[in-house]
């Protein structure tokens, strides 16, 4: 995930340990541990790897572009809040940052918003075009559930950071935002209108992001609740 924000969180994360969230930011998308373990010269998937090299740049480019990281670092507070170890919550930082930047990609295609910049660089499709751009934003998506998967917490807690993220991401969350979004274009739209628009939008997300940090941390219900409300 690069670098996270400098100031009162470096007070808790120091910069050596940045480095390891940075890994998981970086390696499960290019170097997926399930083979990279026990890869070899002939190993078909690092073949395939190697011909797929233009899309985990794609990827790369979008992931690793810089950014606040407000997302990861609340699943990381809420961990530690919630007294469990931060490093725990490594994995779902990770994942909610792939599921921004895939939509952030996605998000600036011709077909939706249609922007040249962001965050001071052309964006994906500007640089690899619009197919390559949407398999980038694809392949993220999917990412960031393989990451939550393969993170070795209890499977209770898998299964309920899967549930929390997809609905996060899915038709109540980022996507129907971006749907009110788009569809409301050139309409006039009352306050409440876009409290929702941007409350699936973009706080859905943020939301999402708080409660992982408690399910890393194994906490009970008030915790999650509290969590969601702030």
């Avoid at 009352?190 to 906490?219: N, P």
Wanted: proline share 3%; charged share 25%.
């Amino acid at each position: 995930l690069g670098m996270f924000a400098k100031g009162r969180t470096a007070e808790f994360y120091p910069e050596e340990e940045f480095k390891m969230i940075s890994d998981w930011g970086f390696n499960f998308v290019r170097l997926p541990a399930s083979y990279k373990i026990w890869a070899d010269e002939n190993d078909p998937f690092k073949i395939i790897d190697e011909k797929i090299e233009p899309l985990f740049e794609a990827v790369e480019y979008s992931l690793l572009a810089g950014g606040k990281r407000l997302r990861p670092i609340f699943a990381l507070d809420f961990c530690r809040m919630c007294g469990g170890a931060w490093e725990n919550a490594a994995p779902f930082a990770a994942a909610i940052e792939m599921i921004h930047t895939y939509s952030l990609i996605h998000d600036d295609l011709p077909c939706m918003d249609n922007d040249d910049l962001r965050r001071g660089k052309p964006t994906n499709h500007k640089v690899y075009g619009e197919w390559m751009a949407m398999l980038a934003g694809d392949a993220l998506q999917a990412e960031a559930f393989y990451t939550i998967a393969n993170c070795g917490l209890h499977s209770a807690q898998i299964m309920e950071a899967v549930k929390v993220l997809g609905n996060a991401a899915g038709q109540r969350g980022i996507c129907g935002g971006q749907y009110l979004d788009l569809d409301g274009e050139g309409k006039e739209r009352t306050v409440s209108e876009l409290f929702t628009t941007h409350g699936m939008k973009t706080a859905a997300l943020i939301e999402a992001a708080c409660e992982l940090g408690c399910i890393a941390a194994d906490a009970d219900m008030y915790q999650r609740e509290a969590a969601r409300r702030y």
